[in-house]
């Protein structure tokens, strides 16, 4: 069972704005109109309820229950209505990452093994809504189940999409006779990132305090305290580099609405020269346990190769947080 962090989180965070709170306000709306009074039980919680708000992870349900109500026990129309909050509160690219993840989890059913079988698109996703969809009052928007977590508060024109967790095994499959690689737009520009560094770089890089076979901020780590940095200073990264460091940040924060994305990513670019970047253990894109992290004053990156259960090969997990804005909140007490 997943331990969660006792924390007050509240609703200052630092976002730069630029949210479509209005569109998506509606979109809520118009999904919660298509429940009864019991399935409204199931997605409506306060917003003040902490500790169901932290309560995500990449584990399945089973070894972690969720919050809401899964996605496999709605109807069609009612699967469609909140495929649509989803789509308007994120950007095609991130709308159609969720939809690859949550094939990914098909194939696992169809491929079996190590309780595979039990996953599948609709099983095990769920969908909550905490607080009143509102113009001017706090609200979040929570969709996620096993290697997803999409986490979204929304305050006036401020949005926080952390955390955020994407992941994906297997890693590449076919469907319907065309390719699906739901986490590889992260993966390329994260060890592109790498590659680009010389010899010397590298090996500043390196994070020596330890090797990871996991995240080290993953689900239930909420506590607002993150290691200390390490790696190396984005001020000695030539201009070509830096734009390589923030093509790396642009696959998580562009999963998020354009105009706020946008508005986040320039924030984060402000803040490069005080952003270090860092690898351990290896740093080839199919080698076990490859870590890579981007660590700066606001954002924080993982990405990992662990180990799979149901295929011969690696997979992803990643987490993005957003140091003082996760949940909505700032720094958590």
Do not use: C
Not at 88 to 100: K, R
Not at 155 to 183: A, H, L, R, Y
């Amino acid at each position: 069972m997943q331990q969660v962090t006792e924390v007050d989180l509240n609703t200052d965070g630092t976002s730069p704005g630029g949210a479509n709170t209005a569109a998506v306000v509606q979109a809520v709306k118009a999904f919660l109109a298509t429940l009864d009074d019991t399935e409204r039980d199931k997605v409506e919680y306060d917003f003040s309820d902490n500790k169901s708000r932290q309560t995500w992870s990449n584990f399945p349900a089973t070894t972690v229950p969720r919050e809401g109500i899964e996605m496999s026990a709605l109807t069609t129309a009612q699967q469609k209505a909140a495929d649509a909050v989803l789509q308007v509160a994120l950007s095609p690219d991130g709308a159609q990452e969720d939809a690859d993840i949550r094939k990914a989890d098909n194939e696992l059913n169809n491929l079996g093994g190590q309780g595979a079988d039990g996953f599948g698109s609709l099983k095990d996703y769920y969908f909550a809504v905490y607080g009143t969809p509102s113009t001017t009052q706090p609200f979040m928007v929570q969709f996620g189940g096993h290697h997803l977590a999409r986490n979204l508060t929304y305050n006036g024109d401020k949005v926080s999409q952390t955390p955020q967790f994407v992941g994906s095994e297997p890693t590449s499959f076919k469907s319907g006779g065309t390719t699906v690689e739901p986490v590889k737009a992260e993966s390329t520009a994260m060890f592109a990132m790498l590659a680009g560094l010389d010899a010397k770089q590298k090996k500043a890089a390196e994070i020596t305090s330890g090797t990871f076979d996991d995240l080290v901020m993953g689900p239930g780590k909420d506590s607002g305290t993150f290691p200390a940095s390490e790696g190396l200073l984005g001020s000695q990264l030539t201009a070509a580099q830096k734009e390589l460091v923030t093509a790396a940040i642009r696959t998580y924060v562009g999963d998020l609405n354009s105009t706020a994305a946008d508005k986040l990513l320039a924030e984060y670019e402000s803040e490069l020269d005080k952003t270090r970047i860092g690898w351990s253990n290896n740093t080839g894109p199919t080698d076990e346990n490859s870590y890579i992290r981007i660590d700066g004053p606001s954002v924080w990156i993982e990405f990992i190769n662990t180990r799979s259960q149901s295929t011969p090969d690696i997979h992803y997990h990643s987490v993005y947080r957003d140091k003082t804005d996760d949940y909505g909140s700032s720094k958590p007490k």
